[in-house]
């Protein structure tokens, strides 16, 4: 009996190589819960070739898209916790508790955060053919006796730049009707177009169109000034203490996956990070790698799930 229930252990348990570091024993699958072209998708595919150099094994990106990421990460909660399946997910992972019914699994108890892998800001942005401001403040005292004329665009229901601007008008004491758009690159059409009042765009959509001076950059989501535009100021900065609204992507693993497999999942993404071509690619894409440890990743998520909801209740954010 004895024997048995060693051998059970044995075979149950990931292989740790000499000195205690774990050593994937077959290909790890890396789910990406939205569809192949998105930003998630294309952080996983970045990593994974850098992150299999490093574990001695392919890493292997599969797309589970639907529901909001919450179909992948479904899977992934039903995943065995032995470090061979594992998943990157947008702010979404934090936001979906929130709004959908039913999952079939908690967010909050389901997944070991590994790592935090990339920032990727956001720019508010007005065009200046039609909104007369330099600054959030400037914007503020043009919108607030127009507000209830106004909107603004976002790249659909609860994604960042809508629950970045529901913080935002909520701070500021603003009423903006919001118009959800099929992907940010619509929303930033209709504001060059003069049919919205702002959007909050992603460096690598909006950059440009700021360069050129179509539109102008009122202030940065993040808590300090991005080295794309040095010279704009933070949101925080200008009379809004602490926002910070982000989009960003993240490592998990299945709840249970052992202390030494976390870590050397870690120290796989941190190695990736590091690797010269894919931090010119991010940096291409107004990405920001990062590579947090899972601790600190763990509390980071735990405060993200507690913020989104508090916007999620005081905009009365729903999906269909």
């Not at 914007?139 to 935002?168: D, K, M």
Request: glycine residues 10%; proline residues 8%; without cysteine.
């Amino acid at each position: 009996m004895l024997r048995r229930s060693l051998l059970a252990t044995a075979f149950a348990t990931p292989a740790l190589a000499q000195g205690g570091a774990w050593t994937p024993g077959r290909p790890i699958r890396l789910i990406a819960p939205y569809p192949p072209g998105g930003g998630v998708d294309t952080t996983s595919r970045l990593l994974a070739v850098p992150m299999g150099a490093f574990l001695g094994q392919p890493v292997v990106v599969e797309n589970r898209g639907g529901a909001g990421g919450s179909i992948g990460a479904g899977e992934l909660a039903r995943s065995a916790p032995d470090g061979h399946t594992i998943m990157i997910d947008a702010m979404a992972h934090t936001v979906n508790p929130h709004l959908i019914r039913n999952l079939g699994f908690d967010y909050a108890t389901a997944f070991a955060p590994i790592s935090q892998v990339v920032v990727l800001p956001q720019i508010l942005a007005v065009n200046p053919q039609k909104v007369p401001a330099k600054t959030v403040q400037d914007f503020i005292a043009w919108a607030r006796p127009r507000q209830r004329e106004l909107s603004y665009g976002s790249s659909g229901n609860a994604t960042a730049a809508h629950l970045a601007s529901a913080l935002f008008l909520n701070r500021a004491g603003l009423d903006v009707t919001h118009v959800p758009y099929r992907g940010g690159t619509p929303a930033l059409q209709d504001l060059l177009g003069g049919n919205i009042a702002f959007v909050f765009g992603t460096v690598s959509s909006t950059l440009q169109l700021v360069r050129d001076g179509r539109l102008v950059a009122l202030g940065v989501s993040t808590a300090q000034r991005i080295a794309p535009l040095p010279d704009v100021p933070t949101i925080a900065e200008q009379g809004f203490e602490g926002f910070e609204l982000n989009e960003w992507n993240g490592l998990y693993a299945p709840a249970g996956t052992p202390a030494p497999v976390q870590q050397r999942l870690y120290e796989a993404a941190k190695h990736a990070l590091a690797d010269a071509g894919v931090r010119q690619r991010l940096d291409a894409l107004g990405a920001l790698p990062l590579g947090t440890d899972p601790a600190t990743f763990a509390r980071y998520v735990a405060d993200q799930r507690a913020l989104m909801g508090r916007i999620v209740r005081e905009a009365r954010i729903e999906i269909g």
